[in-house]
Protein backbone atom coordinates (compact mmCIF):
# COMPACT_ATOMS: atom_id res chain seq x y z
CA UNK A 1 0.00 0.00 0.00
CA UNK A 2 1.23 3.73 -0.44
CA UNK A 3 2.24 5.06 3.10
CA UNK A 4 1.26 8.53 1.87
CA UNK A 5 -2.09 7.49 0.85
CA UNK A 6 -2.22 6.14 3.62
CA UNK A 7 -1.65 9.11 5.97
CA UNK A 8 -3.91 11.78 3.74
CA UNK A 9 -6.92 9.19 4.08
CA UNK A 10 -5.86 8.87 7.75
CA UNK A 11 -6.31 12.62 8.35
CA UNK A 12 -9.11 13.07 6.46
CA UNK A 13 -11.07 10.55 8.23
CA UNK A 14 -10.34 12.06 11.22
CA UNK A 15 -11.10 15.68 10.51
CA UNK A 16 -14.68 14.25 9.09
CA UNK A 17 -15.39 12.45 12.19
CA UNK A 18 -13.94 15.55 14.44
CA UNK A 19 -11.23 13.59 15.75
CA UNK A 20 -8.51 16.70 17.15
CA UNK A 21 -5.53 14.77 16.41
CA UNK A 22 -3.96 11.29 14.48
CA UNK A 23 -0.60 9.92 14.80
CA UNK A 24 0.60 8.20 11.72
CA UNK A 25 4.35 6.10 11.50
CA UNK A 26 7.26 8.68 10.73
CA UNK A 27 8.97 9.04 7.34
CA UNK A 28 10.72 12.19 6.41
CA UNK A 29 8.05 12.88 3.21
CA UNK A 30 5.30 12.37 5.49
CA UNK A 31 6.72 15.39 7.45
CA UNK A 32 7.63 17.43 4.90
CA UNK A 33 3.94 16.52 3.69
CA UNK A 34 2.28 17.61 7.23
CA UNK A 35 4.38 20.79 7.53
CA UNK A 36 2.82 21.95 4.21
CA UNK A 37 -0.46 21.65 5.21
CA UNK A 38 0.34 23.33 8.82
CA UNK A 39 1.40 26.12 6.32
CA UNK A 40 -1.83 26.38 4.58
CA UNK A 41 -3.71 26.35 7.90
CA UNK A 42 -5.06 22.98 7.34
CA UNK A 43 -3.17 20.80 10.70
CA UNK A 44 -2.50 23.19 13.83
CA UNK A 45 0.54 21.50 15.28
CA UNK A 46 2.87 18.84 13.54
CA UNK A 47 5.16 16.88 16.18
CA UNK A 48 7.81 13.71 16.13
CA UNK A 49 8.25 12.04 18.78
CA UNK A 50 9.20 8.26 19.82
CA UNK A 51 7.76 6.55 22.41
CA UNK A 52 9.68 4.89 25.10
CA UNK A 53 9.07 1.25 24.34
CA UNK A 54 8.58 1.31 20.40
CA UNK A 55 11.12 0.78 17.41
CA UNK A 56 10.08 3.38 15.07
CA UNK A 57 9.44 7.56 15.13
CA UNK A 58 5.98 8.69 14.90
CA UNK A 59 4.18 12.02 13.90
CA UNK A 60 1.25 13.54 15.86
CA UNK A 61 -0.96 15.75 13.68
CA UNK A 62 -3.48 17.97 15.70
CA UNK A 63 -6.46 18.89 12.73
CA UNK A 64 -7.32 22.74 12.34
CA UNK A 65 -11.23 23.68 13.49
CA UNK A 66 -13.21 26.40 12.67
CA UNK A 67 -16.15 26.87 14.65
CA UNK A 68 -16.23 23.08 15.37
CA UNK A 69 -16.36 22.21 11.00
CA UNK A 70 -12.83 21.13 9.97
CA UNK A 71 -10.88 23.10 7.48
CA UNK A 72 -10.42 20.34 5.59
CA UNK A 73 -12.78 19.29 3.24
CA UNK A 74 -10.75 17.01 0.55
CA UNK A 75 -7.58 15.68 0.41
CA UNK A 76 -6.47 13.90 -2.80
CA UNK A 77 -3.27 12.02 -3.93
CA UNK A 78 -3.23 12.82 -7.54
CA UNK A 79 0.62 10.95 -8.02
CA UNK A 80 0.24 7.36 -7.41
CA UNK A 81 2.95 4.54 -7.74
CA UNK A 82 1.24 3.27 -10.73
CA UNK A 83 1.18 6.84 -12.53
CA UNK A 84 2.87 9.65 -11.60
CA UNK A 85 1.78 13.56 -12.55
CA UNK A 86 4.14 16.03 -12.73
CA UNK A 87 3.51 19.70 -13.82
CA UNK A 88 5.79 22.87 -14.74
CA UNK A 89 5.30 25.87 -12.81
CA UNK A 90 2.93 27.29 -15.86
CA UNK A 91 1.08 24.71 -15.49
CA UNK A 92 0.22 25.34 -11.48
CA UNK A 93 -3.14 26.85 -11.35
CA UNK A 94 -5.54 27.91 -8.40
CA UNK A 95 -6.94 25.06 -6.99
CA UNK A 96 -10.82 25.56 -5.81
CA UNK A 97 -10.62 29.25 -6.92
CA UNK A 98 -7.86 30.02 -4.63
CA UNK A 99 -9.23 28.11 -1.29
CA UNK A 100 -6.70 25.32 -1.84
CA UNK A 101 -3.18 24.03 -3.16
CA UNK A 102 -1.05 21.49 -4.43
CA UNK A 103 1.60 20.01 -2.91
CA UNK A 104 4.55 19.16 -4.94
CA UNK A 105 7.76 17.26 -4.46
CA UNK A 106 10.09 19.60 -6.19
CA UNK A 107 14.12 19.72 -6.91
CA UNK A 108 13.84 22.11 -3.57
CA UNK A 109 11.99 19.67 -1.19
CA UNK A 110 8.36 19.35 -0.90
CA UNK A 111 6.59 22.83 -0.75
CA UNK A 112 2.88 24.18 -1.88
CA UNK A 113 2.12 24.99 -5.78
CA UNK A 114 1.98 28.90 -4.42
CA UNK A 115 5.74 28.51 -3.31
CA UNK A 116 6.58 26.52 -6.28
CA UNK A 117 4.85 29.18 -8.72
CA UNK A 118 7.00 31.78 -7.24
CA UNK A 119 10.21 30.16 -7.06
CA UNK A 120 9.29 28.88 -10.68
CA UNK A 121 9.71 25.56 -9.89
CA UNK A 122 7.48 22.37 -11.53
CA UNK A 123 7.51 18.67 -9.64
CA UNK A 124 5.54 16.08 -8.80
CA UNK A 125 2.10 16.51 -8.21
CA UNK A 126 1.77 14.61 -4.27
CA UNK A 127 -1.88 16.02 -3.57
CA UNK A 128 -4.82 18.52 -3.77
CA UNK A 129 -6.02 19.97 -0.37
CA UNK A 130 -8.91 22.05 -0.44
Given at each position: MDPIANML???????????????????????????AL?????????KVFKEKDTVGK????????????????ELKRVSKPGRRVYKGYAELRPVVGGLGYMVLSTSRGV????????????????????
Open positions: STIKNASMSGKTSVVVPFSMEKEKIAVKDGGFLTNVSIRLDIAYDNGSPRLTMTSLEARKKKLGGEVLCLVY
